[in-house]
């Protein structure tokens, strides 16, 4: 995990937060456990889309690509 934490402060709706505090309950894991790994899911999915709408850009041949840098 992180070597170095901070104590962090954000608001949730109500309902969230009654569903979370089930959870953990549930699951036996602290709160901060699962919106941590909740978190981290969530950027590997924003990372997967951008690199997802990156492939989607068109591309050019690498000769073209060095001839217009002037290589």
């Known amino acids: 995990?992180?070597?170095t934490v901070?104590?962090?402060t954000f608001t949730?709706?109500?309902p969230l937060l009654d569903e979370l505090d089930h959870l953990a309950k549930?699951?036996?894991k602290k709160?901060?456990?699962i919106v941590?790994?909740?978190?981290?899911m969530y950027m590997d999915m924003n990372d997967l889309k951008q690199a997802e709408a990156r492939l989607?850009?068109?591309t050019i041949e690498?000769?073209?690509f060095f001839e217009e840098l002037g290589v």
């Open 26 to 28: 549930s699951l036996g």
């Open 56 to 58: 989607e850009e068109p």
């Open 36 to 40: 941590t790994e909740a978190l981290e």
């Open 1 to 3: 995990m992180y070597k």
């Open 12 to 14: 949730l709706p109500l």
């Open 62 to 64: 690498a000769d073209t």
């Open 6 to 8: 901070k104590p962090t």
């Open 31 to 33: 709160k901060t456990a």
